[in-house]
DNA sequence: AGGGCTATTGTTAGCTC
DNA sequence: CGAGCTAACAATAGCCC
């Protein structure tokens, strides 16, 4: 085939800001693959990762959490929450517990209550992302 | 030169276990890839990351935040480790011991079902991953 | 264990629909 | 915006010293 209609990846000088639309995909799509990897060294070297991302703009907890340190988790987001001296983010912390009982639909509730029984499966390992609207 | 020394990275059915050397420095580095790619993270979009990594064998807790969530990673290991020994910077904090379920539940497969199903709900973008040995 | 090397694999930025 | 595609590009497994 002579013309090819997508040319991939082009050479980019490195410092210019792309513009709003694509930095947004980059984001997410460099921190999908920031949990891809966590995930690939969980299942390949049988580690424990745990991971928060706060991501700008008081919308966007993301979590990815091993299913053995949700203790861990949950312990830290606890222990957090009432802290007075973090504020900034705590607002991200409220986000991400009260979205499963309020922003959500309620398929996400129900899908949540399965995924809360089977978080102490010991097998799977659960993403969960939840997009931020406008970052 | 004629014959190569080094062949560089060969071809590799991925289910081989590699001697165990070879497999701790492949964990180092593919840990240290992790970091950055948060430290990238962290720094292009501008995001706040903090990751725990319990890896096997009670040793080695490797730490990973953003300065900016210092004191949410400092709390959160006080909360966590009664033990006073965060002797080290960041790294090497006593793992907890957390045995944990290891049968995989035929109810996986429904859950992995219903996950599929709600992959396109446009809200939430969910993942799962079952582990690949047996742990 | 610690570097260096290299090829193969994996990631991802930008484009197009 | 989501999805797919493609090429630049970065990660890394294996080997050697």
């Given at each position: 085939m002579t013309t090819r209609i997508n040319k991939g990846r082009q050479r980019v000088d490195m410092v210019k800001m792309k513009n709003a639309r694509n930095l947004q995909v980059t984001f997410s799509t460099r921190l999908a693959g920031l949990f891809k990897k966590s995930n690939e060294l969980c299942m390949l070297f049988n580690a424990e990762i745990f991971i928060v991302v706060f991501s700008q703009g008081d919308k966007g907890v993301l979590c990815f959490d091993h299913p053995s340190v949700n203790p861990l988790a949950e312990g830290f987001f606890e222990w957090n929450?009432?802290?007075?001296?973090i504020n900034v983010h705590n607002q991200h912390i409220v986000a991400r517990k009260e979205g499963g009982t309020r922003d959500l639909s309620t398929k996400l509730m129900s899908l949540e209550a399965i995924l809360e029984k089977e978080?102490?499966?010991?097998q799977i390992l659960i993403e969960i992302r939840k997009r931020a609207n406008s970052l």
């Open positions: 929450l009432p802290q007075p001296h978080k102490n499966c010991g």
